[in-house]
């Protein structure tokens, strides 16, 4: 479904879920032909799971909430069901984190339809879909309505009551004896306009600029932040593994990604590509362990062992990568990382983790790039492109080097 359309239910009792790769509160609201509830029993949510006609179930953390309509049950005067969703942590925002609505018929789980509001942003709460009568039809429509104030909000332009947090006392002083006032102090003669010249305000940093280093031990890394791959001013090891890893988001699908590696040459040249389909790059200077078909299980999903020392001096650089080969998007992934070992030790030197998610399939992880000195330095990316495989990721990667 797209924002605005609908569709007719063909089944009396219909349920509403919304996922999303975090937990969500979700409600439901009968309003009536103004657009309100008639008072705040019409409100229901985790702290009042029944109404008339309308149930809300908890997923518990491990499948979506979900709103359940019995069309037969909804009493008169109640003409439009609308479901809402927040996030579950406080002030977080509906930015990378992209909902999905799936309405169901209740008795036999088929699907009748489903709904992915696009372009999200600052919004902390959303209708997402309506259960609506018309014409003595009951039908369902995709909404995808934000609100930047939360499910309170969102109750709020409904109708219902929503009991503002008492402010908290603040202990009273006692009286402080008066004194007269001081004399004003002197001014002193105005400066002529043309002998004043403000000093220019200071230059905000890019995020995550500045090169870090490993003296201090293991480094976790922001967005495009770089970490010199040195260590009381010598070269590590040269034989390094990324490892990279996800999980399924709780919607209980399996989740095919997979990691690669590109090599570049001086001239942001394609040099070669090391993937499930070629586990084995530059004479065997780079190599993949395989490939991993669900994300399922803990540590590294995929890992590439690179021997930094072996690798021909016509590569300068080298570009990780993850595609969603299945073509789910990132949004349905949770926990997504790489980080960088130490190939002798397993000693984790650097970590990235994934902390936004937008709807792509493709994803720039993090580039190792060589210096003149001979050294190599990481830099975070996680910046997102449209490609299910690595050979749609060769341009992109090479325009980010």
């Known amino acids: 479904m797209t924002p605005g359309s609908n569709i007719p239910l063909s089944a009396a009792r219909v349920t509403v879920d919304v996922a999303a790769p975090v937990r969500l509160d979700v409600s439901g609201l009968l309003l009536t032909a103004d657009g309100k509830v008639r008072s705040d029993d019409d409100f229901i949510f985790y702290n009042q799971p029944a109404g008339p006609g309308v149930t809300y179930r908890s997923g518990g953390g491990t499948a979506p909430d979900a709103i359940t309509v019995d069309t037969s049950a909804v009493p008169p005067g109640i003409e439009k069901i609308?479901?809402?969703?927040?996030?579950?942590?406080?002030?977080?925002?509906?930015?990378?984190?992209?909902?999905?609505?799936?309405?169901?018929?209740?008795?036999?789980?088929?699907?009748?339809g489903t709904f992915?509001?696009?372009?999200?942003?600052?919004?902390?709460?959303?209708?997402?879909?309506?259960?609506?009568?018309?014409?003595?039809?009951?039908?369902?429509?995709a909404v995808g309505q934000g609100y930047a104030d939360g499910l309170a909000g969102i109750a709020t332009d409904f109708g219902v009551t929503v009991e503002e947090p008492a402010p908290a006392s603040t202990p009273v002083a006692p009286p402080v004896p008066q004194t007269p006032p001081a004399p004003p102090a002197p001014q002193a003669p105005p400066v002529p306009q043309a002998a004043v010249t403000p000093p220019p305000p200071p230059a905000a940093p890019p995020l995550g600029a500045g090169k870090i280093n490993l003296d201090k031990g293991r480094v976790s890394l922001q967005k495009n932040q770089t970490v010199s791959l040195v260590?009381?001013?010598?070269?590590?090891?040269?034989?390094?593994?990324?490892?990279?890893?996800?999980?399924?988001?709780f919607r209980g699908k399996d989740i095919d990604l997979d990691a690669s590696v590109i090599a570049y040459g001086p001239q942001r040249n394609h040099v070669d590509s090391c993937y499930f389909g070629k586990l084995s790059i530059l004479n065997g200077a780079v190599k993949h362990s395989g490939d991993n078909l669900t994300g399922e299980g803990g540590g590294d999903d995929e890992v590439i062992v690179v021997d930094l020392g072996r690798l021909p001096q016509e590569v300068t650089a080298l570009v990780f990568t993850v595609n969603s080969f299945s073509g789910q998007k990132f949004t349905e992934v949770a926990k997504a990382y790489c980080r960088l070992l130490d190939a002798a030790t397993g000693e984790e030197l650097v970590r990235f983790d994934l902390t936004n998610a937008e709807a792509q399939t493709g994803v720039m992880m993090a580039k190792l790039i060589r210096q003149f000195s001979g050294e190599w330095d990481m830099t975070a990316m996680g910046d997102f492109v449209k490609s299910r495989t690595v050979r749609g990721m060769v341009k992109p990667s090479a325009q980010a080097l």
């Open 82 to 112: 609308v479901v809402t969703a927040s996030p579950d942590a406080a002030g977080q925002s509906f930015q990378g984190i992209e909902p999905t609505a799936t309405i169901r018929d209740a008795d036999d789980n088929s699907v009748l």
């Open 231 to 249: 260590k009381d001013g010598r070269a590590l090891l040269s034989q390094v593994k990324m490892g990279l890893g996800w999980e399924p988001a």
């Open 116 to 141: 992915t509001p696009p372009r999200l942003g600052t919004e902390t709460a959303l209708v997402v879909v309506e259960i609506y009568l018309r014409n003595g039809v009951w039908k369902a429509r």
